[in-house]
Protein backbone atom coordinates (compact mmCIF):
# COMPACT_ATOMS: atom_id res chain seq x y z
CA UNK A 1 0.00 0.00 0.00
CA UNK A 2 2.67 2.53 1.29
CA UNK A 3 6.38 3.18 0.47
CA UNK A 4 8.75 1.90 3.20
CA UNK A 5 7.58 3.08 6.51
CA UNK A 6 10.40 5.29 8.45
CA UNK A 7 11.89 3.73 11.69
CA UNK A 8 10.07 6.27 14.26
CA UNK A 9 6.72 5.54 12.13
CA UNK A 10 7.19 1.35 12.60
CA UNK A 11 7.93 1.90 16.41
CA UNK A 12 4.72 3.43 16.36
CA UNK A 13 2.51 0.78 14.12
CA UNK A 14 4.33 -1.77 16.30
CA UNK A 15 3.19 0.04 19.92
CA UNK A 16 -0.25 1.00 18.61
CA UNK A 17 -0.99 -2.77 17.97
CA UNK A 18 0.63 -4.31 21.02
CA UNK A 19 -2.20 -2.09 22.86
CA UNK A 20 -4.73 -2.90 20.84
CA UNK A 21 -4.04 -6.34 21.59
CA UNK A 22 -4.82 -6.70 25.37
CA UNK A 23 -8.43 -7.03 24.64
CA UNK A 24 -8.08 -10.35 22.12
CA UNK A 25 -5.36 -12.41 23.93
CA UNK A 26 -5.84 -11.29 27.45
CA UNK A 27 -8.89 -12.66 28.31
CA UNK A 28 -7.48 -16.37 27.39
CA UNK A 29 -4.55 -15.70 29.64
CA UNK A 30 -6.66 -14.56 32.09
CA UNK A 31 -8.67 -17.97 31.70
CA UNK A 32 -6.15 -20.28 31.51
CA UNK A 33 -3.88 -19.00 34.19
CA UNK A 34 -7.00 -18.38 36.84
CA UNK A 35 -8.32 -22.07 36.13
CA UNK A 36 -5.13 -23.30 37.95
CA UNK A 37 -4.87 -20.84 40.64
CA UNK A 38 -6.33 -21.75 44.02
CA UNK A 39 -10.23 -20.32 45.01
CA UNK A 40 -8.24 -18.47 47.37
CA UNK A 41 -5.67 -16.28 44.57
CA UNK A 42 -8.30 -15.84 41.70
CA UNK A 43 -9.76 -12.53 42.92
CA UNK A 44 -6.72 -11.37 44.91
CA UNK A 45 -5.45 -7.66 44.67
CA UNK A 46 -3.16 -6.95 43.16
CA UNK A 47 -4.31 -9.13 40.46
CA UNK A 48 -1.75 -12.17 39.40
CA UNK A 49 -1.20 -12.08 36.03
CA UNK A 50 1.46 -15.24 36.62
CA UNK A 51 -0.20 -17.51 39.25
CA UNK A 52 1.63 -17.50 42.17
CA UNK A 53 0.59 -21.21 43.40
CA UNK A 54 -0.85 -23.83 41.41
CA UNK A 55 -4.43 -26.20 42.49
CA UNK A 56 -4.75 -28.72 39.53
CA UNK A 57 -7.75 -30.24 41.65
CA UNK A 58 -9.97 -27.73 40.46
CA UNK A 59 -9.86 -29.83 36.98
CA UNK A 60 -10.83 -32.89 38.32
CA UNK A 61 -13.70 -31.14 39.78
CA UNK A 62 -14.65 -30.39 36.33
CA UNK A 63 -15.16 -34.44 35.37
CA UNK A 64 -16.52 -35.09 38.96
CA UNK A 65 -19.40 -32.33 39.29
CA UNK A 66 -21.41 -33.30 35.85
CA UNK A 67 -20.42 -35.94 32.81
CA UNK A 68 -17.73 -33.80 31.51
CA UNK A 69 -16.37 -36.29 28.89
CA UNK A 70 -19.94 -37.27 27.84
CA UNK A 71 -20.80 -33.16 26.77
CA UNK A 72 -17.52 -33.00 25.25
CA UNK A 73 -18.23 -36.16 23.17
CA UNK A 74 -22.11 -34.83 22.27
CA UNK A 75 -20.49 -31.25 21.13
CA UNK A 76 -17.09 -32.99 19.27
CA UNK A 77 -19.78 -35.84 17.51
CA UNK A 78 -22.45 -33.32 16.43
CA UNK A 79 -20.06 -30.94 15.38
CA UNK A 80 -18.36 -33.60 13.21
CA UNK A 81 -21.42 -34.65 11.90
CA UNK A 82 -22.94 -30.97 11.00
CA UNK A 83 -19.74 -30.20 9.20
CA UNK A 84 -19.74 -33.13 7.44
CA UNK A 85 -23.50 -33.16 6.44
CA UNK A 86 -23.49 -29.62 5.41
CA UNK A 87 -19.99 -29.89 2.81
CA UNK A 88 -22.17 -32.71 1.35
CA UNK A 89 -25.51 -31.23 1.20
CA UNK A 90 -24.28 -27.40 0.39
CA UNK A 91 -21.66 -28.59 -2.20
CA UNK A 92 -24.45 -30.58 -4.25
CA UNK A 93 -26.67 -27.91 -4.17
CA UNK A 94 -23.74 -25.09 -4.99
CA UNK A 95 -22.76 -26.96 -7.57
CA UNK A 96 -26.22 -27.08 -9.16
CA UNK A 97 -27.41 -23.70 -8.66
CA UNK A 98 -24.19 -22.80 -10.55
CA UNK A 99 -23.53 -24.79 -13.51
CA UNK A 100 -26.75 -27.05 -14.12
CA UNK A 101 -29.60 -25.43 -15.98
CA UNK A 102 -33.09 -26.62 -14.77
CA UNK A 103 -36.18 -25.46 -14.92
CA UNK A 104 -37.51 -22.59 -12.52
CA UNK A 105 -33.85 -22.80 -11.12
CA UNK A 106 -33.88 -19.05 -10.36
CA UNK A 107 -36.75 -19.02 -8.09
CA UNK A 108 -35.85 -22.06 -6.27
CA UNK A 109 -32.30 -20.11 -5.39
CA UNK A 110 -34.19 -17.36 -4.57
CA UNK A 111 -36.43 -19.21 -2.02
CA UNK A 112 -32.75 -21.10 -0.68
CA UNK A 113 -31.56 -17.61 0.08
CA UNK A 114 -34.64 -16.52 2.18
CA UNK A 115 -32.97 -18.92 4.47
CA UNK A 116 -30.40 -16.35 5.05
CA UNK A 117 -32.92 -13.89 6.81
CA UNK A 118 -34.95 -16.16 8.92
CA UNK A 119 -32.67 -16.65 11.26
CA UNK A 120 -33.06 -19.61 13.60
CA UNK A 121 -34.29 -17.55 16.33
CA UNK A 122 -37.37 -16.64 14.42
CA UNK A 123 -38.26 -20.22 13.96
CA UNK A 124 -37.36 -21.55 17.28
CA UNK A 125 -40.82 -21.88 18.79
CA UNK A 126 -42.07 -24.14 16.02
CA UNK A 127 -39.08 -26.08 15.53
CA UNK A 128 -39.52 -26.36 19.11
CA UNK A 129 -43.36 -28.33 18.52
CA UNK A 130 -42.62 -30.10 15.82
CA UNK A 131 -39.48 -31.98 16.97
CA UNK A 132 -41.93 -32.48 20.42
CA UNK A 133 -44.35 -33.56 18.21
CA UNK A 134 -41.88 -36.05 16.90
CA UNK A 135 -40.79 -37.26 20.46
CA UNK A 136 -37.08 -35.83 19.78
CA UNK A 137 -37.10 -33.46 22.35
CA UNK A 138 -33.97 -33.66 24.72
CA UNK A 139 -32.07 -35.91 21.62
CA UNK A 140 -29.12 -34.63 19.70
CA UNK A 141 -31.73 -34.77 16.16
CA UNK A 142 -32.56 -31.19 16.27
CA UNK A 143 -29.46 -29.82 16.88
CA UNK A 144 -28.13 -32.20 13.78
CA UNK A 145 -30.80 -32.07 11.07
CA UNK A 146 -31.62 -28.45 11.37
CA UNK A 147 -27.99 -27.02 10.96
CA UNK A 148 -27.00 -29.28 8.03
CA UNK A 149 -30.72 -29.11 6.08
CA UNK A 150 -32.03 -25.80 7.39
CA UNK A 151 -31.01 -21.87 7.49
CA UNK A 152 -27.75 -22.17 8.57
CA UNK A 153 -26.78 -23.97 5.61
CA UNK A 154 -27.89 -21.98 3.17
CA UNK A 155 -24.44 -19.68 3.76
CA UNK A 156 -23.08 -22.46 2.76
CA UNK A 157 -24.69 -23.37 0.05
CA UNK A 158 -24.20 -19.84 -1.77
CA UNK A 159 -20.55 -19.83 -0.56
CA UNK A 160 -19.97 -23.28 -2.68
CA UNK A 161 -22.49 -21.88 -5.57
CA UNK A 162 -19.86 -18.32 -5.70
CA UNK A 163 -17.18 -20.93 -6.18
CA UNK A 164 -18.71 -22.93 -8.48
CA UNK A 165 -19.57 -20.37 -10.82
CA UNK A 166 -16.47 -19.63 -11.34
CA UNK A 167 -14.86 -22.84 -12.69
CA UNK A 168 -14.17 -22.53 -16.71
CA UNK A 169 -16.88 -24.70 -18.71
CA UNK A 170 -14.21 -26.21 -20.37
CA UNK A 171 -13.08 -28.36 -17.78
CA UNK A 172 -16.59 -29.92 -17.80
CA UNK A 173 -17.42 -30.10 -21.56
CA UNK A 174 -14.29 -32.30 -21.90
CA UNK A 175 -15.40 -34.45 -19.10
CA UNK A 176 -19.04 -34.44 -20.54
CA UNK A 177 -17.04 -35.60 -24.61
CA UNK A 178 -15.67 -38.48 -22.40
CA UNK A 179 -19.26 -39.34 -21.21
CA UNK A 180 -19.19 -38.69 -17.51
CA UNK A 181 -22.16 -38.15 -16.04
CA UNK A 182 -23.39 -35.87 -14.15
CA UNK A 183 -22.61 -36.95 -10.82
CA UNK A 184 -19.13 -38.22 -11.96
CA UNK A 185 -18.01 -34.90 -12.94
CA UNK A 186 -19.45 -33.26 -10.07
CA UNK A 187 -17.52 -35.69 -7.72
CA UNK A 188 -13.95 -36.11 -10.00
CA UNK A 189 -13.40 -32.69 -11.45
CA UNK A 190 -15.73 -29.98 -9.38
CA UNK A 191 -15.46 -31.03 -5.87
CA UNK A 192 -11.69 -31.39 -6.02
CA UNK A 193 -11.09 -27.89 -7.19
CA UNK A 194 -13.21 -26.62 -4.47
CA UNK A 195 -11.23 -27.88 -1.82
CA UNK A 196 -10.25 -23.93 -0.46
CA UNK A 197 -14.33 -23.22 -0.74
CA UNK A 198 -15.65 -26.72 1.04
CA UNK A 199 -12.41 -25.53 3.65
CA UNK A 200 -13.75 -22.36 4.74
CA UNK A 201 -17.53 -24.11 5.01
CA UNK A 202 -15.90 -26.83 7.30
CA UNK A 203 -14.58 -24.22 9.38
CA UNK A 204 -17.47 -21.96 9.53
CA UNK A 205 -19.68 -24.75 10.07
CA UNK A 206 -18.00 -26.43 12.83
CA UNK A 207 -17.58 -23.47 14.70
CA UNK A 208 -21.25 -22.47 14.26
CA UNK A 209 -22.26 -25.69 15.56
CA UNK A 210 -19.88 -25.70 18.84
CA UNK A 211 -20.89 -22.13 19.77
CA UNK A 212 -24.50 -22.76 19.50
CA UNK A 213 -26.95 -22.15 22.75
CA UNK A 214 -30.11 -20.86 22.60
CA UNK A 215 -31.12 -24.42 20.87
CA UNK A 216 -29.34 -26.69 23.26
CA UNK A 217 -30.75 -24.89 25.97
CA UNK A 218 -34.28 -25.19 24.65
CA UNK A 219 -34.12 -28.32 23.23
CA UNK A 220 -31.95 -30.88 25.69
CA UNK A 221 -33.10 -30.97 29.66
CA UNK A 222 -30.42 -33.74 30.89
CA UNK A 223 -27.13 -33.63 32.00
CA UNK A 224 -25.73 -36.05 29.67
CA UNK A 225 -27.43 -34.62 27.21
CA UNK A 226 -25.91 -31.46 26.53
CA UNK A 227 -22.89 -29.90 24.66
CA UNK A 228 -20.16 -28.04 26.27
CA UNK A 229 -21.43 -24.23 26.27
CA UNK A 230 -24.54 -24.83 27.94
CA UNK A 231 -22.88 -27.37 30.49
CA UNK A 232 -20.22 -24.55 30.95
CA UNK A 233 -23.03 -22.66 32.64
CA UNK A 234 -24.21 -25.59 34.26
CA UNK A 235 -21.26 -25.20 37.37
CA UNK A 236 -23.30 -23.17 40.07
CA UNK A 237 -23.16 -22.98 43.62
CA UNK A 238 -26.45 -23.73 45.64
CA UNK A 239 -27.50 -20.19 45.23
CA UNK A 240 -27.11 -20.60 42.04
CA UNK A 241 -23.49 -18.57 41.72
CA UNK A 242 -21.37 -19.42 39.06
CA UNK A 243 -18.19 -21.56 40.44
CA UNK A 244 -15.57 -19.62 38.32
CA UNK A 245 -12.50 -21.37 38.99
CA UNK A 246 -14.74 -24.34 37.98
CA UNK A 247 -15.83 -22.90 35.33
CA UNK A 248 -13.03 -21.35 33.48
CA UNK A 249 -11.12 -24.87 33.95
CA UNK A 250 -13.66 -26.26 31.85
CA UNK A 251 -13.92 -23.67 29.53
CA UNK A 252 -9.78 -23.86 29.06
CA UNK A 253 -11.05 -27.32 28.63
CA UNK A 254 -13.42 -26.18 25.97
CA UNK A 255 -11.35 -23.08 24.27
CA UNK A 256 -7.85 -24.88 23.96
CA UNK A 257 -7.93 -27.74 21.42
CA UNK A 258 -9.51 -25.42 19.07
CA UNK A 259 -7.39 -22.69 20.02
CA UNK A 260 -5.06 -24.86 19.19
CA UNK A 261 -5.85 -26.35 15.60
CA UNK A 262 -5.94 -22.75 15.16
CA UNK A 263 -3.11 -21.70 15.87
CA UNK A 264 -1.52 -25.10 13.86
CA UNK A 265 -3.48 -23.98 10.72
CA UNK A 266 -4.21 -20.76 10.73
CA UNK A 267 -3.00 -19.79 7.42
CA UNK A 268 -5.67 -21.93 6.08
CA UNK A 269 -7.99 -20.46 8.48
CA UNK A 270 -7.46 -17.05 7.52
CA UNK A 271 -7.02 -17.33 3.80
CA UNK A 272 -10.03 -19.64 3.34
CA UNK A 273 -12.31 -17.24 5.41
CA UNK A 274 -10.80 -14.40 3.24
CA UNK A 275 -11.13 -15.69 -0.24
CA UNK A 276 -15.25 -16.43 0.87
CA UNK A 277 -15.30 -12.77 1.37
CA UNK A 278 -14.10 -11.86 -1.46
CA UNK A 279 -16.27 -13.47 -3.69
CA UNK A 280 -19.32 -13.16 -1.61
CA UNK B 1 -35.96 -48.47 -19.45
CA UNK B 2 -34.73 -45.07 -17.58
CA UNK B 3 -32.15 -47.78 -15.85
CA UNK B 4 -30.70 -49.05 -18.58
CA UNK B 5 -30.17 -45.84 -20.72
CA UNK B 6 -28.24 -44.34 -17.62
CA UNK B 7 -25.76 -47.18 -18.00
CA UNK B 8 -26.11 -46.64 -22.04
CA UNK B 9 -24.74 -42.87 -21.15
CA UNK B 10 -21.23 -43.31 -21.37
CA UNK B 11 -21.47 -43.96 -24.60
CA UNK B 12 -22.48 -40.33 -24.99
CA UNK B 13 -24.54 -40.65 -28.36
CA UNK B 14 -26.76 -44.01 -28.42
CA UNK B 15 -29.41 -41.45 -26.16
CA UNK B 16 -33.19 -42.38 -26.34
CA UNK B 17 -34.74 -39.48 -27.69
CA UNK B 18 -36.99 -38.96 -24.03
CA UNK B 19 -33.39 -38.81 -22.42
CA UNK B 20 -31.81 -35.49 -23.81
CA UNK B 21 -29.07 -34.06 -22.01
CA UNK B 22 -31.47 -31.31 -21.40
CA UNK B 23 -33.79 -33.53 -19.67
CA UNK B 24 -31.32 -35.40 -17.96
CA UNK B 25 -29.73 -32.55 -16.58
CA UNK B 26 -33.16 -31.42 -15.21
CA UNK B 27 -33.49 -34.63 -13.36
CA UNK B 28 -29.59 -34.10 -12.24
CA UNK B 29 -30.36 -30.49 -10.73
CA UNK B 30 -33.47 -31.44 -8.97
CA UNK B 31 -31.70 -34.53 -7.45
CA UNK B 32 -28.60 -32.25 -6.43
CA UNK B 33 -30.72 -29.49 -4.77
CA UNK B 34 -33.27 -31.88 -3.35
CA UNK B 35 -31.36 -32.05 0.44
CA UNK B 36 -31.74 -28.75 0.60
CA UNK B 37 -34.39 -27.88 -0.67
CA UNK B 38 -36.77 -30.51 1.26
CA UNK B 39 -34.37 -28.82 4.67
CA UNK B 40 -35.35 -24.98 3.69
CA UNK B 41 -39.02 -26.58 3.15
CA UNK B 42 -39.11 -28.66 6.58
CA UNK B 43 -37.05 -26.58 8.58
CA UNK B 44 -38.01 -22.52 7.14
CA UNK B 45 -40.71 -22.02 5.49
CA UNK B 46 -42.86 -24.38 7.29
CA UNK B 47 -42.07 -23.30 10.43
CA UNK B 48 -41.84 -19.71 9.25
CA UNK B 49 -46.02 -20.38 8.25
CA UNK B 50 -46.25 -22.11 12.01
CA UNK B 51 -44.97 -19.27 13.70
CA UNK B 52 -47.42 -16.85 11.59
CA UNK B 53 -50.15 -19.04 12.46
CA UNK B 54 -49.33 -19.57 15.86
CA UNK B 55 -49.02 -15.50 16.25
CA UNK B 56 -52.66 -15.49 15.55
CA UNK B 57 -54.03 -17.83 18.80
CA UNK B 58 -53.52 -17.31 22.79
CA UNK B 59 -51.67 -20.86 23.75
CA UNK B 60 -51.91 -21.71 27.05
CA UNK B 61 -49.55 -24.67 27.79
CA UNK B 62 -50.48 -25.54 31.16
CA UNK B 63 -54.66 -25.48 30.57
CA UNK B 64 -53.69 -27.19 27.05
CA UNK B 65 -55.91 -24.54 25.01
CA UNK B 66 -55.29 -22.87 21.98
CA UNK B 67 -57.69 -20.55 20.75
CA UNK B 68 -58.02 -18.49 17.84
CA UNK B 69 -57.74 -14.58 18.85
CA UNK B 70 -56.74 -12.99 15.62
CA UNK B 71 -54.82 -9.87 15.84
CA UNK B 72 -54.83 -10.01 19.86
CA UNK B 73 -51.30 -10.57 20.40
CA UNK B 74 -50.14 -7.83 17.67
CA UNK B 75 -52.41 -5.10 19.92
CA UNK B 76 -50.22 -7.09 22.69
CA UNK B 77 -47.67 -5.67 20.88
CA UNK B 78 -48.24 -2.03 21.24
CA UNK B 79 -49.60 -2.37 24.93
CA UNK B 80 -46.49 -3.78 26.35
CA UNK B 81 -44.99 -1.77 27.97
CA UNK B 82 -41.43 -3.84 28.30
CA UNK B 83 -41.11 -4.18 24.60
CA UNK B 84 -40.50 -0.36 24.18
CA UNK B 85 -37.19 -0.91 26.66
CA UNK B 86 -36.62 -4.46 24.53
CA UNK B 87 -36.65 -2.40 21.42
CA UNK B 88 -34.75 0.60 22.82
CA UNK B 89 -32.21 -2.00 24.24
CA UNK B 90 -31.71 -3.83 21.04
CA UNK B 91 -31.71 -0.61 18.43
CA UNK B 92 -28.44 0.60 21.20
CA UNK B 93 -26.95 -2.97 21.25
CA UNK B 94 -26.95 -3.18 17.63
CA UNK B 95 -26.04 0.33 16.48
CA UNK B 96 -23.17 0.14 19.00
CA UNK B 97 -21.87 -3.35 18.01
CA UNK B 98 -22.36 -2.36 14.32
CA UNK B 99 -20.39 1.38 14.88
CA UNK B 100 -17.65 -0.72 16.72
CA UNK B 101 -16.95 -3.78 15.22
CA UNK B 102 -16.95 -1.66 11.77
CA UNK B 103 -14.62 0.99 12.40
CA UNK B 104 -12.60 -1.72 14.72
CA UNK B 105 -11.91 -4.08 12.02
CA UNK B 106 -11.47 -1.30 9.23
CA UNK B 107 -8.77 0.44 11.37
CA UNK B 108 -7.03 -3.47 12.42
CA UNK B 109 -7.35 -4.35 9.05
CA UNK B 110 -5.18 -1.10 7.84
CA UNK B 111 -2.55 -1.48 10.24
CA UNK B 112 -2.43 -5.15 9.13
CA UNK B 113 -2.44 -4.25 5.52
CA UNK B 114 0.96 -2.54 6.15
CA UNK B 115 4.44 -3.88 5.25
CA UNK B 116 5.96 -4.59 8.78
CA UNK B 117 7.98 -7.59 9.70
CA UNK B 118 6.10 -10.17 11.79
CA UNK B 119 2.60 -8.71 10.78
CA UNK B 120 1.10 -12.38 10.38
CA UNK B 121 1.42 -13.45 13.84
CA UNK B 122 -0.45 -9.89 15.12
CA UNK B 123 -3.34 -11.31 12.49
CA UNK B 124 -3.39 -14.62 14.05
CA UNK B 125 -3.83 -13.01 17.60
CA UNK B 126 -6.27 -10.74 16.36
CA UNK B 127 -8.05 -13.54 14.87
CA UNK B 128 -8.01 -15.89 17.29
CA UNK B 129 -11.01 -14.45 19.83
CA UNK B 130 -12.84 -16.02 16.45
CA UNK B 131 -12.14 -19.34 17.54
CA UNK B 132 -12.72 -19.39 21.79
CA UNK B 133 -15.57 -21.28 22.03
CA UNK B 134 -18.28 -18.55 22.54
CA UNK B 135 -19.54 -19.50 25.89
CA UNK B 136 -16.05 -19.58 27.29
CA UNK B 137 -15.13 -16.18 25.67
CA UNK B 138 -18.36 -15.05 27.81
CA UNK B 139 -17.33 -17.00 31.11
CA UNK B 140 -14.16 -15.22 31.46
CA UNK B 141 -15.13 -11.61 30.16
CA UNK B 142 -17.84 -12.18 32.83
CA UNK B 143 -15.10 -12.95 35.35
CA UNK B 144 -13.20 -10.06 34.48
CA UNK B 145 -16.35 -7.62 34.72
CA UNK B 146 -17.09 -8.98 38.14
CA UNK B 147 -16.91 -6.20 40.76
CA UNK B 148 -13.82 -7.50 42.46
CA UNK B 149 -12.66 -8.78 38.70
CA UNK B 150 -9.62 -7.80 37.08
CA UNK B 151 -10.22 -5.16 35.20
CA UNK B 152 -11.32 -3.59 38.38
CA UNK B 153 -8.36 -5.06 40.09
CA UNK B 154 -6.00 -3.45 37.74
CA UNK B 155 -7.98 0.14 37.48
CA UNK B 156 -7.28 -0.17 41.18
CA UNK B 157 -3.73 -0.03 40.39
CA UNK B 158 -3.42 3.15 39.01
CA UNK B 159 -6.22 4.27 41.58
CA UNK B 160 -9.31 4.09 39.63
CA UNK B 161 -12.08 2.44 41.66
CA UNK B 162 -14.03 0.58 38.89
CA UNK B 163 -18.21 0.54 38.42
CA UNK B 164 -19.73 -3.05 39.21
CA UNK B 165 -20.19 -3.33 35.22
CA UNK B 166 -22.33 -5.93 34.70
CA UNK B 167 -25.15 -4.41 37.41
CA UNK B 168 -25.33 -0.83 36.29
CA UNK B 169 -27.52 -0.11 33.38
CA UNK B 170 -25.38 1.65 31.45
CA UNK B 171 -21.81 -0.12 32.33
CA UNK B 172 -24.04 -3.61 31.48
CA UNK B 173 -24.46 -2.38 27.92
CA UNK B 174 -21.07 -1.11 26.96
CA UNK B 175 -19.88 -4.20 28.19
CA UNK B 176 -22.34 -7.09 26.55
CA UNK B 177 -21.49 -4.60 23.51
CA UNK B 178 -17.82 -4.55 23.99
CA UNK B 179 -17.51 -8.71 24.49
CA UNK B 180 -19.52 -9.43 21.16
CA UNK B 181 -16.76 -6.45 19.63
CA UNK B 182 -13.34 -8.25 20.50
CA UNK B 183 -15.24 -12.06 19.99
CA UNK B 184 -16.44 -11.42 16.30
CA UNK B 185 -14.52 -8.34 15.04
CA UNK B 186 -11.43 -10.60 13.15
CA UNK B 187 -13.89 -12.17 10.56
CA UNK B 188 -14.77 -8.21 9.75
CA UNK B 189 -11.31 -7.58 9.87
CA UNK B 190 -10.24 -10.39 7.77
CA UNK B 191 -12.75 -9.55 5.13
CA UNK B 192 -11.76 -5.88 4.87
CA UNK B 193 -7.89 -7.22 5.00
CA UNK B 194 -8.61 -9.24 1.29
CA UNK B 195 -10.49 -5.77 0.49
CA UNK B 196 -7.54 -4.01 0.85
CA UNK B 197 -5.05 -5.98 -1.19
CA UNK B 198 -7.60 -5.89 -3.64
CA UNK B 199 -6.92 -2.36 -4.25
CA UNK B 200 -4.83 -1.92 -7.25
CA UNK B 201 -0.82 0.16 -5.94
CA UNK B 202 -0.81 2.11 -8.77
CA UNK B 203 -4.18 4.11 -7.75
CA UNK B 204 -2.37 4.96 -4.67
CA UNK B 205 0.97 5.72 -6.42
CA UNK B 206 -0.76 8.47 -8.65
CA UNK B 207 -2.29 9.70 -5.95
CA UNK B 208 1.08 10.31 -4.06
CA UNK B 209 2.82 11.73 -7.43
CA UNK B 210 -0.70 14.13 -7.57
CA UNK B 211 0.51 15.01 -3.77
CA UNK B 212 -2.57 13.78 -2.03
CA UNK B 213 -2.26 13.37 1.76
CA UNK B 214 -2.60 9.83 3.31
CA UNK B 215 -6.24 10.65 4.61
CA UNK B 216 -7.40 11.58 1.48
CA UNK B 217 -6.02 8.91 -0.32
CA UNK B 218 -7.98 6.81 2.24
CA UNK B 219 -11.44 8.47 1.57
CA UNK B 220 -11.20 9.10 -2.55
CA UNK B 221 -9.62 5.65 -3.35
CA UNK B 222 -9.70 2.97 -0.38
CA UNK B 223 -13.09 3.23 0.79
CA UNK B 224 -14.88 4.11 -2.26
CA UNK B 225 -13.12 0.96 -3.50
CA UNK B 226 -13.75 -1.77 -0.66
CA UNK B 227 -17.51 -0.07 -0.61
CA UNK B 228 -19.14 -3.66 -1.44
CA UNK B 229 -17.21 -5.53 0.94
CA UNK B 230 -18.45 -3.08 3.87
CA UNK B 231 -21.96 -3.52 2.24
CA UNK B 232 -21.65 -7.24 3.01
CA UNK B 233 -20.10 -7.21 6.11
CA UNK B 234 -22.04 -4.16 7.52
CA UNK B 235 -25.18 -6.81 6.26
CA UNK B 236 -23.76 -9.88 7.96
CA UNK B 237 -22.89 -7.67 11.35
CA UNK B 238 -26.28 -6.23 11.67
CA UNK B 239 -28.30 -9.98 11.08
CA UNK B 240 -25.77 -11.19 13.13
CA UNK B 241 -25.66 -8.25 16.08
CA UNK B 242 -29.93 -9.16 16.28
CA UNK B 243 -29.26 -12.95 16.99
CA UNK B 244 -26.72 -12.36 20.11
CA UNK B 245 -28.25 -14.66 22.91
CA UNK B 246 -25.90 -16.51 24.62
CA UNK B 247 -23.79 -13.24 26.15
CA UNK B 248 -26.64 -11.91 27.06
CA UNK B 249 -28.18 -15.01 28.67
CA UNK B 250 -24.44 -15.57 30.41
CA UNK B 251 -23.50 -11.96 31.44
CA UNK B 252 -26.91 -10.32 32.33
CA UNK B 253 -29.99 -12.17 32.13
CA UNK B 254 -30.79 -9.31 30.08
CA UNK B 255 -30.52 -6.81 33.54
CA UNK B 256 -30.10 -4.76 35.55
CA UNK B 257 -34.09 -4.29 34.61
CA UNK B 258 -34.75 -4.39 30.99
CA UNK B 259 -31.34 -2.60 30.19
CA UNK B 260 -29.86 -5.87 28.44
CA UNK B 261 -33.03 -7.47 27.28
CA UNK B 262 -32.93 -7.71 23.83
CA UNK B 263 -35.44 -9.06 21.43
CA UNK B 264 -34.32 -12.48 20.92
CA UNK B 265 -33.88 -13.02 24.67
CA UNK B 266 -36.90 -11.56 25.68
CA UNK B 267 -38.73 -13.41 23.12
CA UNK B 268 -37.12 -17.05 24.45
CA UNK B 269 -38.13 -15.68 27.81
CA UNK B 270 -41.58 -15.40 27.28
CA UNK B 271 -42.10 -18.19 24.94
CA UNK B 272 -39.55 -20.55 27.07
CA UNK B 273 -39.86 -19.42 30.69
CA UNK B 274 -43.26 -17.78 30.55
CA UNK B 275 -44.33 -20.61 27.94
CA UNK B 276 -46.52 -17.74 26.35
CA UNK B 277 -45.48 -19.69 22.93
CA UNK B 278 -48.59 -17.23 21.22
CA UNK B 279 -46.62 -14.10 22.14
CA UNK B 280 -43.92 -15.81 21.47
CA UNK B 281 -44.35 -16.17 18.00
CA UNK B 282 -45.47 -12.84 17.28
CA UNK B 283 -42.50 -11.55 18.47
CA UNK B 284 -40.94 -14.01 16.36
CA UNK B 285 -42.76 -12.47 13.37
CA UNK B 286 -41.59 -8.82 14.53
CA UNK B 287 -37.78 -9.83 14.82
CA UNK B 288 -37.91 -11.67 10.99
CA UNK B 289 -39.82 -8.21 9.72
CA UNK B 290 -37.03 -6.15 11.49
CA UNK B 291 -34.37 -8.40 9.87
CA UNK B 292 -35.83 -8.16 6.27
CA UNK B 293 -36.66 -4.59 6.61
CA UNK B 294 -33.03 -4.05 7.38
CA UNK B 295 -31.50 -6.47 4.89
CA UNK B 296 -33.77 -4.66 2.45
CA UNK B 297 -32.73 -1.52 3.08
CA UNK B 298 -29.18 -1.72 2.96
CA UNK B 299 -29.47 -3.94 -0.41
CA UNK B 300 -31.24 -0.69 -1.65
CA UNK B 301 -28.62 2.17 -0.07
CA UNK B 302 -25.61 -0.66 -2.31
CA UNK B 303 -26.75 1.71 -5.66
CA UNK B 304 -26.02 5.04 -3.68
CA UNK B 305 -23.10 4.02 -1.48
CA UNK B 306 -21.19 1.14 -3.36
CA UNK B 307 -19.04 2.68 -5.74
CA UNK B 308 -18.75 -0.59 -7.89
CA UNK B 309 -19.38 -4.15 -7.90
CA UNK B 310 -17.20 -6.59 -8.82
Wanted: net charge positive; with cysteine.
Amino acid sequence: MKADLSPRMRTALYGLMCVLLIPFVFPTWWMVTSSIKPISDIFAFPPQLIPQSYDWTTYSKVFELQPFVRQYWNSAYIAALVTVGTMIVSSMAGYAFARIKFPYANTIFMIVLLGLLIPSEVTIVPLFQMFLKAGMVNTHWPLILVPIFGAPSVFATFVMRQFFVTLPAELEDAARVDGLGRFKIFRKIALPLARPALASVAIFTFLHSWNLFLEPIVFLSSAEMFTLPQALTQYTDAYGGPMWNIQLAAATLTALPVLIVFVIAQKHFVEGLAHTGLKG
Amino acid sequence: MAVAQENAYPEGRSLSPFWTIARRDSLAGFLFIAPQLIGIIAFVLIPLGLVFWYSLHEWNVLANTFTYTGAQNYLMLIEDESLVEVLGATAIFSAGLVVMNMSLALLLAVLLNQKLAGIAIFRTLFFSPVVVSLVAWTIVWGFLLQKNGGINGMLLMVGIEGPNWLREETTAMISVIVVQVFKNVGLNMILFLAALQGVPKELYEAARIDGAPAFKQFRRITLPLISPTILLTSIITIVGSLQVFAQIAVLTQGGPGLSTTVLVYYLYQQAFQFHFFGYGSTLSIMLFAIVAVLTFAQWQMRKRIVFYES
